[in-house]
């Protein structure tokens, strides 16, 4: 049974590597996938190989990348995926599309050749757009490329309600992280009365993800507990949010983008982690930090509340009130029982339901129910 592999629109691996999230898919998904199917072939948007990021022989074998030889528009290369490679694409039992955006292959091919997909639907990405055609092209994808779906993969319950609306069978299977990567630091993390206290983030520096709000959260706590703010990612506000620092007077450390073998250390030198975003999905760089055992402080949004629950796992805030915020910050960082009890509680969470190998093997098994035999 071989298996075709369809990315977000536009992606590929070396766009992966950019944020930092290449060896996720490699060691993450192609070593399980490669165990599971005889062949597995990787549709990229990009000009690339499996040479570029592994010397792995066993993925080589099992795992081939199908790119184009130049880099193109991604629209058109989403319509002639499937006839450029028409002779692999018949060949393949099942297609797994990562993310809802990337559907448009796989429904030609579903027309053409009748082959099932399986697509992930992680967030609604037409509600992020402004108003006007583009949202209304991302909402008609999104709702042809669930409906025509053999089944979706939902990430949280509130988007496993939306997607049972139009789609004939939704598997709830939540994005998961590796615990034994992603684990408390040996011995246990010391919470000492050291300055500053890093507050950590992990993700992409844009407007929806409310990175503001923490600066002005920590530029309230100045003068009762010294901070330093290590932001992890890259974005169009980088410089806006170095510029909005230096006017507040509060420390930030731009590290850029961090490889995933190497973020562990980053969490483990943080003492609180922040994800204040408007809205998200069912982030990953969340469950990451928890997984470690670092006390997290999140914004009230259906994502984070998928994962956080209130006093126990974490803390919620008002992501409009940067205020609570600092109040939240400021009890994680000076109640040591507190950010202990809710770090430990966190990896203990993490640990039970969202083990990234586990939810990988839920995965191929709904690929292998719904695969052409």
Not at 158 to 171: K, N, Y
Not at 189 to 211: A, C, M
Not at 295 to 317: H, I, Q
């Amino acid at each position: 049974m071989n298996l075709g592999l369809i990315p977000a629109l536009g992606g590929g691996i070396a766009e992966l590597r950019r944020s930092g999230q290449d060896s996720r898919l490699l060691d993450g998904y192609f070593r399980a996938y490669a165990a599971a199917f005889e062949k597995v072939w990787y549709f990229s948007y990009l000009p690339e190989a499996l040479t570029d990021y592994t010397d792995d022989a066993q993925l080589l074998r099992s795992v081939q990348i199908m790119a184009p030889r130049h880099a193109g528009s991604r629209g058109l290369r989403a319509m002639t995926m499937p006839v450029a490679h028409s002779a692999i694409v018949r060949r393949c039992a099942v297609l797994r599309v990562f993310q809802i955006t990337g559907v448009l292959p796989a429904l030609i091919a579903r027309a053409r050749f009748g082959i099932p997909y399986v697509t992930t639907y992680g967030f609604s990405y037409s509600a992020l757009s402004r108003p006007g055609p583009t949202r209304l092209l991302k909402h008609l994808v999104e709702r042809v490329g669930l409906r025509y779906a053999t089944a979706v993969i939902a990430t949280t319950e509130a988007l496993r309600a939306h997607a049972g609306r139009i789609a004939r069978r939704v598997e709830l299977i939540p994005n998961g992280v590796d615990t034994g990567r992603f684990a408390p630091p040996m011995p246990d993390r010391e919470h000492t009365t050291r300055d500053p206290r890093q507050i950590l983030y992990v993700g992409r520096l844009s407007r929806e993800k409310n990175i503001s709000a923490l600066i002005r959260a920590a530029a309230s706590l100045q003068g009762r507990l010294p901070l330093l703010i290590v932001l992890v990612g890259d974005g169009p506000i980088r410089e806006s949010l170095a510029a909005e620092a230096r006017t507040a007077g509060v420390a930030v450390e731009f590290r850029g983008v961090v490889d995933q073998r190497l973020l562990p250390r980053t969490y483990a030198a943080a003492d609180a982690f922040v994800l204040a975003s408007f809205t998200e999905g069912h982030p990953k760089a969340l469950i990451e930090a928890m997984s470690t055992g670092l006390p997290c402080v999140a914004s009230d949004c259906d994502g984070n509340r998928s994962l956080v629950t209130p006093e126990r796992t974490g803390l919620l805030f008002d992501p409009n009130r940067p205020a609570d915020l600092a109040a939240c910050l400021e009890r994680v960082l000076t109640d040591h029982a507190l950010a202990e009890t809710l770090g430990r509680a966190a990896r203990e969470l993490v640990v039970a339901q969202y083990d990234l190998g586990r939810r990988v093997q839920q995965e191929i098994a709904v690929l292998k129910s719904v695969a052409r035999t």
